[in-house]
């Protein structure tokens, strides 16, 4: 079964550096997603994008997170100027067209770990 | 979105079937019931989801009563690799924003 490839699994960095998380797709899927989840809290919603633009964001995605596609296959969330409080897993999904029934598909996360 | 509301946890024996209770008295007519679970800290994995009809598929099945207020995941058979956090998510974003809560943590006892 295809799958969303997520890398790296782990990252580490010092605060205030830039990290970028890296994410393949399911390759025929149109709408790219991240979500994030902090030990132990909910997962929370963090960014929509589709047709090389961001279609929703929640308040967590504030200045300092990014989204781009830069190729065919990629798709990254970018974090500025890291901080503590951005250590969680990172969750990329996607799916393959728009409407409510239609499945996400998620990626196994990079753990993100701020010093 | 509509909220959901499920019970924190449960126990089920292996082999037998579980039954996840959900609660979403405010579901309006265009939303999608869905079910994710999340094992371990893997990212959240899709099971089923439905409208109004009830569902079936390899992995569970999803009844949804006529009211749609309420809905129940059924594992038949559970197995240790069912243990888990359960999450019941209403959903009608054409752009695919689901939004989680707490769910339901499934332990699968021998």
């Known amino acids: 079964e295809p799958e969303v490839t997520q890398t790296p699994s782990h990252q580490v960095t010092q605060m205030g550096q830039e990290v970028i998380l890296r994410c393949v797709p399911i390759?025929?899927?149109?709408?790219f997603y991240w979500y994030r989840q902090i030990l132990g809290q909910k997962v929370e919603f963090l960014v929509s994008?589709?047709?090389?633009?961001?279609?929703?964001k929640s308040e967590i995605f504030d200045d300092q997170f990014s989204v781009e596609r830069p190729d065919g296959s990629n798709f990254t969330l970018k974090i500025r100027s890291t901080k503590l409080e951005d250590s969680a897993m990172y969750f990329c999904?996607?799916?393959?067209?728009?409407?409510?029934?239609?499945?996400?598909?998620f990626g196994s996360g990079t753990q993100l770990s701020v010093l | 979105d509509a909220k959901t509301t499920q019970p924190p946890s449960m126990d089920c024996a292996e082999g037998r079937a579980a039954n996840l209770p959900c609660n979403h008295s405010?579901?309006?007519?265009?939303?999608?019931v869905y079910w994710y679970r999340q094992i371990h800290s893997q990212g959240p994995q899709y099971i089923i989801h439905?409208?109004?009809n009830n569902e079936t598929n390899e992995m569970a099945s999803l009844i949804i009563t006529e009211d749609r207020k309420s809905s129940t995941l059924i594992l038949p058979h559970a197995t240790l690799r069912d243990t888990a956090v359960y999450y019941c998510?209403?959903?009608?974003?054409?752009?695919?924003?689901?939004?989680f809560g707490q769910g339901t943590t499934l332990q699968v006892k021998p």
């Open positions: 994008f589709y047709n090389n633009e961001i279609s929703e």
């Open positions: 999904a996607s799916r393959v067209d728009q409407g409510a029934n239609e499945k996400l598909f």
């Open positions: 405010t579901i309006s007519g265009n939303e999608y």
């Open positions: 439905g409208l109004k």
């Open positions: 390759s025929n899927h149109l709408y």
């Open positions: 998510i209403v959903s009608s974003s054409n752009t695919g924003k689901l939004i």
